[in-house]
């Protein structure tokens, strides 16, 4: 039995209400074991408690957006949601000082306020592309109807993401586990891999979203046999990738130390932070090969080559030399150095199991 597009998209609204009911359950019982299981320390312990509580309680605006996000990419109107989401980032990075330092005659809140920032910045891109789902959209159903979950609109959609929701749930993974390997060596070392990972993110963004474009347009052109198309999408989108990938190193390293004053951290802490920076920036080029061969695997309806390597970025290769290097004297450099070499050999994967796959599906 066929399904509709409103049937597949309230279903997955539906599910996505599921998800935000356990982030919550979460947030109220389980943050406390969670940050128990990463830091002895009770000090740090309780404020990150606090964030997460705060961040997973009300995840609803975060995680109802990502759904409404994608069904709205769907019915090609991503400019939309290029706005909700550049508009809830922009708010969150302009009231993080306002609501952490206490401006305008606001109470000083602290990690709280970083958390209030974070939610309300959510919440904004949720409104804005909610506002237009339910009012803008017409190729779509919005009736109640829709989201009575049904097997035969689910069973496909888990099909064809579960790999998608393994490698989103990597990346939380990896960075637990660093977060416990760098916390046995120093709290300092476990402040700069945060830190890493919030600039990373900047760089990193636009290539996923070259990603999201190649997917499509690999995939349409495979389907026409249109083997010169694939090629050219695929080279151009991994030479925009590169040169992203170039101008964050050129200036996360040129500017690391100005861009880690801002975080307000120690003198040693800072120190720390810029050397992890410059240690693990050699990574960057290798990230973005990875980030446009994952989605021409993906494209080419090759989801198990993108899973592994995925794996193999995140998982395989940095957490166990990361956990080896720990145990060394000059331990918290090979940990550093095991992230750009964790990188390294997920781009070389990449290459040869790409390569594999247009052989396979014969695109010359």
């Not at 996000?69 to 290029?82: F, L, N, P, S, Y």
């Not at 996923?208 to 190649?214: E, F, P, R």
């Not at 810029?274 to 240690?279: E, F, G, K, N, W």
Request: charged letters at 10%.
């Amino acid at each position: 039995m066929r399904t509709s597009g409103s049937e597949t998209a309230g279903n997955a609204i539906f599910v996505t209400l599921v998800y935000s009911l356990a982030f919550f359950l979460f947030g109220l019982f389980g943050a406390p074991a969670f940050i128990a299981s990463q830091t002895g320390n009770e000090e740090i312990g309780s404020l990150a408690v606090l964030y997460l509580q705060i961040v997973t309680i009300f995840s609803f605006g975060t995680v109802m957006y990502m759904a409404l996000e994608k069904i709205i990419m769907a019915t090609g109107h991503t400019m939309v949601t290029m706005t909700a989401q550049l508009s809830g980032a922009l708010a969150n990075c302009l009231l993080d000082p306002i609501l952490i330092y206490g401006c305008f005659g606001l109470p000083a809140m602290g990690v709280a306020g970083a958390a209030a920032a974070t939610v309300i910045g959510q919440f904004l891109s949720l409104f804005i592309a909610g506002h237009y789902y339910f009012h803008e959209i017409r190729e779509l159903d919005h009736g109640f109807r829709c989201l009575k979950p049904r097997l035969q609109v689910l069973s496909p959609v888990y099909a064809i993401g579960i790999p998608a929701m393994v490698m989103q749930l990597l990346t939380p993974v990896m960075s637990y586990g660093m977060n416990i390997i760098l916390g046995g060596l120093s709290v300092s070392a476990v402040t700069a891999y945060g830190i890493y990972y919030k600039l990373q993110n900047f760089v990193f963004m636009p290539a996923y979203g070259l990603n999201n474009a190649s997917i499509p347009i690999i995939s349409f052109n495979r389907g026409a046999g249109r083997g010169d198309r694939v090629k050219g999408t695929l080279r151009w989108a991994l030479m925009g990738a590169l040169a992203i990938m170039a101008a964050g190193m050129a200036v996360i390293g040129a500017g690391a130390g100005i861009l880690v004053h801002g975080f307000g951290l120690t003198e040693e802490s800072m120190n720390l932070t810029v050397t992890a920076l410059h240690i693990i920036l050699w990574g960057f080029p290798f990230a973005g090969i990875t980030i446009i061969l994952q989605g021409a695997c993906q494209a080419m309806e090759e989801g198990g080559c993108s899973l592994l390597i995925s794996f193999v970025r995140l998982i395989l290769i940095p957490l166990p030399f990361a956990w080896l290097a720990a145990k060394e004297s000059n331990g918290l450099f090979l940990v550093w150095l095991s992230i750009p070499g964790g990188e390294l050999a997920a781009g070389i994967l990449a290459i040869f199991l790409t390569v594999w796959a247009m052989k396979k599906r014969d695109i010359r």
